[in-house]
């Protein structure tokens, strides 16, 4: 999943590890375009490394065979490839992520849509390159006729049906939190109860680190020149994942256009929003709220985040002449998940 995995990694790990209490393995690999790392600790003492890493990697291998745009042969390729409108048969895993893309559509007034494909290789974020003509008011109109999850694509239990045969589903935005979630299920599954799982920088973390305290995770200050730390956040048994804007762009004619592009408009996002970090209960959960909160900003994002009790922590650029580089909000979910830890 090249295109979209390759965003802005805006979650660091912070090595937390002392004396060992008990096996611990630490695996990392290529998937989805991008890298993993694992770390699990008190790994019992009949599971070896390498069974260990063949099981993680089975399971990553089967979430890019269901949801990967970039596999022809993929589960997600073949329901675009059909025609529709009768109803395509999908797997448990595929109407899992579904329904959860669906819950965060609905959640984020649209801001958040997997039928986006249209507006984002139109912009120059797919197969059309940066430097290429701005789009057209009416090239974005003819592309805004193929996007619109609620309208464009029904779920019915285990399948998807489309009223537009050109319709595409993406799950870029999901599928990476998705996979957080499905290695760490292959670890409990091992009885590994204390472990990291980080995929392009979204993670879930269980469980306590070497030192038997929650994993300390670093989030990046939004600056596309440098890297560097703005809050470390201990966490446990929760997914992580950041969104953000400052290096997926392109500038033309004095103009900068984000990769963060808004369904509703079919235009990249206006606002002063740079970064949006999202606590969530999955991995899966916290990768599509943070693409949701990215595209509706701090103002809009503030107000869905304190009506539905999600854990977001917003940076935004500051206005000129603020006298701060930067104005940081973060709802009150977000503060009490920042106490309870």
Avoid at 39 to 45: C, I, K, L, Q, S
Avoid at 315 to 332: F, L, N
Wanted: aromatic share 8%.
């Amino acid at each position: 999943m090249r295109a979209l995995f390759l965003l802005p990694v805006a979650v660091l790990l912070s090595g937390c590890f002392g004396e060992d209490t008990g096996e611990t393995y630490r695996l990392s690999g290529e998937t989805m375009g991008t890298t993993y790392n694992i770390t699990a600790v008190d790994v019992p003492g009949d599971v070896t490394e390498e069974a260990l890493a063949t099981a993680v990697n089975e399971a990553l291998a089967a979430v890019n065979a269901s949801m990967s745009n970039w596999d022809e042969a993929s589960e997600v390729s073949l329901f675009n490839a059909d025609p529709g409108p009768a109803p395509y048969a999908i797997s448990p895993e595929f109407a899992h992520v579904m329904a959860a893309a669906n819950e965060v559509h609905a959640l984020s007034l649209g801001k958040f849509d997997v039928t986006l494909f249209p507006l984002i290789e139109l912009w120059g974020f797919g197969a059309k390159k940066p430097g290429d003509p701005v789009p057209s008011e009416a090239e974005i109109a003819a592309a805004l006729e193929h996007v619109g999850q609620a309208e464009l694509v029904t779920l019915d239990g285990e399948t998807l049906a489309k009223a537009d045969p050109a319709v595409s589903v993406n799950l870029s935005a999901i599928a990476k939190g998705y996979g957080n979630d499905a290695v760490a299920e292959t670890l409990r599954g091992f009885g590994i109860e204390n472990y990291l799982v980080e995929i392009g920088g979204d993670l879930v973390a269980a469980g306590l680190n070497e030192e038997g305290a929650p994993w300390k995770i670093g989030v990046e200050t939004p600056d596309a020149g440098a890297q560097s730390i703005e809050m470390v956040l201990p966490v446990s048994d929760l997914g992580m994942a950041t969104s953000g804007d400052y290096r997926n762009f392109f500038e033309q004619d004095g103009i900068r256009y984000s990769h963060i592009i808004d369904p509703t408009t079919g235009r990249p996002v206006t606002h002063r929003t740079t970064s949006v970090t999202v606590l969530a209960e999955s991995g899966m959960m916290a990768d599509a709220l943070a693409t949701a909160m990215m595209v509706l900003g701090a103002e809009e994002g503030m107000a869905v985040a304190e009506a539905n009790d999600l854990a977001v922590y917003f940076i935004s650029r500051a206005e000129a002449g603020a006298g701060e580089d930067y104005v940081k909000q973060a709802s009150p979910a977000f503060e009490k998940r920042r106490g309870d830890d």
